[in-house]
């Protein structure tokens, strides 16, 4: 008689990413997401000259991302569609924290290509190198059993799960004005902070 498993929750460790350009890769995740790396390694399978290895973190984890260099590989083509992943996301604790996440990162060169409070969320979407997409991240309940109930009840979530488009320099002006975390994402899921240019979602794929 088949005997019948239980499933074994587990939690995601890493993703693995191959690319043709691992050194940008291994600098742009650490200038974004504050990675090191643990291990890097030419051949890392023996048997494929060439190819190399790097095994990055941001945490205690051994590894987040996996990283695979290969030589002349494409990166992802814009404007055909294509499957894929679509996208990453990193969560932050605070919405301050991704709104100085925010001004770091342009001060630097780093801009999103699309911004949106979701209601359950924050997010802003940056391309990696490569032009995969990479979303930051902070829950606006601070509270996943919330944030799940407001996506599954809520009538403004399921008419329009993306949310409102947001000018984030609009959201730092506001938060410069005394306004407090929660007021900006009231605001912001209002339409208050809506740009003043087109923000073209197509951009994430």
């Known amino acids: 008689m088949k005997k019948n498993f239980d499933i074994k929750r587990s939690v995601l460790h890493h993703v693995g990413i191959t690319t043709g350009k691992i050194d940008e890769m291994i600098l742009w995740y650490s200038q974004v997401l504050g990675t090191k790396i643990n291990f890097e390694k030419e051949n890392p399978a023996g048997n494929l000259p060439g190819v190399k290895g790097a095994w990055i973190t941001n945490d205690k984890a051994n590894h987040r991302i996996a990283l695979i260099g290969i030589p002349g590989l494409q990166t992802v083509g814009s404007g055909t569609p294509h499957s894929s992943i679509s996208h990453l996301a990193f969560e932050y604790d605070s919405l301050d924290?991704?709104?100085?996440?925010y001004i770091r990162l342009r001060d630097i060169g780093i801009k999103p290509i699309v911004t949106a409070d979701q209601g359950i969320s924050i997010a802003f979407y940056y391309?990696?190198?490569?032009g995969n997409t990479v979303e930051l991240t902070m829950d606006t309940f601070g509270d996943w059993d919330k944030s799940t109930s407001f996506m599954?009840?809520?009538?403004?979530?399921?008419?329009l799960p993306m949310g409102k488009y947001v000018d984030v320099e609009?959201?730092?002006?506001?938060?410069?004005q005394g306004a407090s975390s929660d007021e900006l994402h009231d605001r912001a899921y209002a339409g208050e902070f809506i740009p003043d240019y087109d923000?073209?979602?197509?951009k994430l794929f």
């Not at 924290?97 to 996440?101: G, M």
């Not at 599954?152 to 008419?159: M, R, V």
């Not at 923000?199 to 197509?202: G, R």
Request: aromatic share 4%.
């Open 170 to 176: 609009k959201m730092l002006e506001a938060r410069e």
């Open 97 to 101: 924290d991704l709104l100085d996440t």
């Open 199 to 202: 923000m073209d979602p197509s």
């Open 127 to 130: 391309k990696d190198p490569d």
């Open 152 to 159: 599954q009840t809520a009538p403004s979530f399921s008419k």
